[in-house]
């Protein structure tokens, strides 16, 4: 369907909520082709269209995710097992999802009106009732009528790996299985906390 194209590659991409690793394509893609496979010469699969964006100005912008021989998902896959990818219960919603991949100095700049506090870190606008979020009590973003916040969660690392935004926290959750305990580091105000969890499925939840 298309190739990577490595020489402009964009491994954080600001649009979308992409992971990191992931390559801009050089084919024409448009909406549709999502999930697609990305095919080499030799006919292997090498990613999986992952996010595609229409711009007035430039055109259609196509990403891909790698797949590598090494990735011991795909063993899993040839042998029929069913994987399910894992979730904390917390969302980034409405005009929010613009934040979705702050750098340090923009969550500061960002944290001068919100009140953000002064380490960056991830923080959500909403938490899914039941989830493992809410079951270990994560507090998400409220603000007053002045868009100061009034509470609200900082996320500054994984299982002691430091992340500065949501679409970090995210990747990092990614990177475990459902059923396995994660350590974050919160920021609650002024407080560090330490917060377990416990990781679910996606299948797991209801709609």
Same mark, same amino acid.
């Given at each position: 369907?298309? *190739? #990577?194209? %490595?020489? &402009?590659?964009? %491994?954080?991409? @600001?649009?979308?909520?992409?992971?990191?690793?992931?390559?801009?394509?050089?084919?024409?893609?448009?909406?549709?082709?999502? &999930?697609?496979?990305?095919?080499?010469?030799?006919? +292997?699969?090498?990613?999986?269209?992952?996010?595609?964006?229409? *711009? @007035?100005?430039?055109?259609?912008?196509?990403? /891909?995710? #790698?797949?590598?021989? *090494?990735?011991? @998902?795909?063993?899993?896959?040839?042998?029929?097992?069913?994987?399910?990818?894992?979730?904390?219960?917390?969302?980034?919603?409405?005009?929010?999802?613009?934040?979705?991949?702050?750098?340090?100095?923009?969550?500061?700049?960002?944290?001068?009106?919100?009140?953000?506090?002064?380490?960056?870190? /991830?923080?959500?606008?909403?938490?899914? %009732?039941?989830?493992? /979020?809410?079951?270990?009590?994560?507090?998400?973003? +409220?603000?007053?009528?002045?868009?100061?916040?009034?509470?609200?969660?900082?996320?500054?690392?994984?299982?002691?790996? %430091?992340?500065?935004?949501?679409?970090?926290?995210?990747?990092?959750?990614?990177?475990?299985?459902?059923?396995?305990?994660?350590?974050?580091?919160?920021?609650? &105000?002024? =407080?560090?906390?330490?917060? =377990?969890?416990?990781?679910? &499925? @996606?299948?797991?939840?209801?709609?």
């Amino acid at each position: 369907m298309g *190739s #990577p194209d %490595r020489a &402009g590659s964009q %491994r954080r991409p @600001r649009r979308g909520h992409l992971s990191p690793g992931t390559l801009q394509m050089s084919a024409p893609l448009v909406p549709g082709d999502s &999930g697609g496979p990305i095919l080499n010469t030799r006919g +292997e699969l090498t990613g999986i269209v992952s996010y595609i964006s229409i *711009s @007035r100005n430039s055109g259609p912008a196509s990403f /891909a995710v #790698p797949v590598t021989a *090494s990735d011991a @998902r795909l063993a899993d896959l040839r042998a029929g097992k069913k994987l399910d990818a894992p979730i904390i219960g917390i969302g980034l919603n409405g005009p929010f999802t613009t934040f979705l991949t702050l750098d340090a100095a923009d969550f500061r700049r960002l944290s001068d009106v919100l009140k953000l506090g002064d380490t960056p870190g /991830a923080f959500f606008t909403s938490v899914v %009732r039941g989830s493992p /979020a809410d079951r270990a009590g994560l507090k998400p973003l +409220e603000l007053d009528d002045q868009d100061r916040r009034v509470s609200g969660d900082i996320v500054t690392a994984v299982d002691g790996k %430091r992340i500065i935004n949501f679409d970090e926290f995210q990747y990092a959750v990614r990177t475990y299985k459902p059923g396995d305990t994660i350590t974050l580091s919160v920021l609650r &105000g002024d =407080k560090p906390l330490t917060v =377990k969890l416990t990781l679910i &499925g @996606r299948s797991q939840t209801t709609p």
